[in-house]
């Protein structure tokens, strides 16, 4: 029905930054929420961000709120993850996942379909 391809990953310093897309496919985008979450090496995959159909309410983990920003363009079928100021703790492999829903949430089983994930490694 839909695919997900996360891109923009990769190696920085910390402080710097690196913005996230996710291409969907289809024409389908639009009746979807969306969300990120990570995975870091030798931990569980943890929610990082989440944003309804049509961007009006934002959710953010504690973790990341007022350094990553989520964002959407439904006319382009893509997602966004703006990272900003980051840390050697944000290392992680970053997925975006959307679900048939109206409601943000924070549980993975609660999404649908899944990127392949991107890997992002912030250096010290």
């Known amino acids: 029905q839909v695919q997900l391809v996360e891109s923009g990953g990769g190696l920085v310093q910390a402080g710097g930054s690196l913005r996230l897309s996710c291409a969907a496919s289809g024409r389908t985008f639009s009746n979807y929420a969306a969300g990120w979450f990570r995975r870091a090496p030798g931990k569980e995959r943890e929610f990082v961000t989440a944003i309804t159909r049509s961007g009006g309410t934002i959710r953010y983990a504690d973790s990341v709120k007022g350094r990553f920003t989520i964002s959407r363009d439904n006319a382009k079928n893509t997602l966004y993850l703006q990272m900003n100021s980051l840390k050697p703790e944000d290392t992680a492999v970053y997925y975006c996942?959307?679900?048939?829903?109206?409601?943000?949430?924070?549980?993975?089983?609660?999404?649908?379909?899944w990127g392949q994930g991107t890997q992002v490694t912030v250096s010290s």
């Open positions: 996942a959307i679900r048939d829903g109206t409601i943000v949430q924070d549980m993975a089983g609660s999404y649908d379909y």
